[in-house]
């Protein structure tokens, strides 16, 4: 089983910064990729952003493109997610996943966190 607790949430104005941290632990750590959806009030679930463990390699969400970065530390076991720029319209409570193959933008990731909250005002 792994473990995943979210970290950084907060409150900021527009065009204002935050960064998310997802800790990893558990079993050992083998996931395939890690990401971050974000669900608002009425709203479905969303992809924001991934990281495939392994190669590094990052995918985004066309509304956050150019804004948000998502990052890994291997050593922590810990994701990051990067968020600049930020608008009213990215108000969400943000989750990190972890899967262990497939697609990266659905989701159907394996492990769940319990999500924190961002709220932007304008």
């Known amino acids: 089983q792994v473990q995943l607790v979210e970290s950084g949430g907060g409150l900021v104005q527009a065009g204002g910064s935050l960064r998310l941290s997802c800790a990893a632990s558990g079993r050992t750590f083998g996931s395939y990729a890690m990401g971050w959806f974000r669900q608002a009030p009425g709203k479905e679930r969303e992809f924001v952003a991934a990281i495939r463990w392994s190669t590094g390699n990052t995918y985004y969400a066309d509304s956050v493109k150019g804004r948000f970065t998502i990052s890994r530390d291997n050593a922590k076991i810990t994701v990051y997610l990067q968020m600049s720029s930020l608008k009213p319209e990215d108000t969400a409570l943000y989750y990190c996943?972890?899967?262990?193959?497939?697609?990266?933008?659905?989701?159907?990731?394996?492990?769940w966190g319990q999500g924190t909250q961002v709220t932007v005002s304008s």
């Open positions: 996943a972890a899967r262990d193959s497939g697609n990266v933008y659905y989701n159907d990731y394996n492990y």
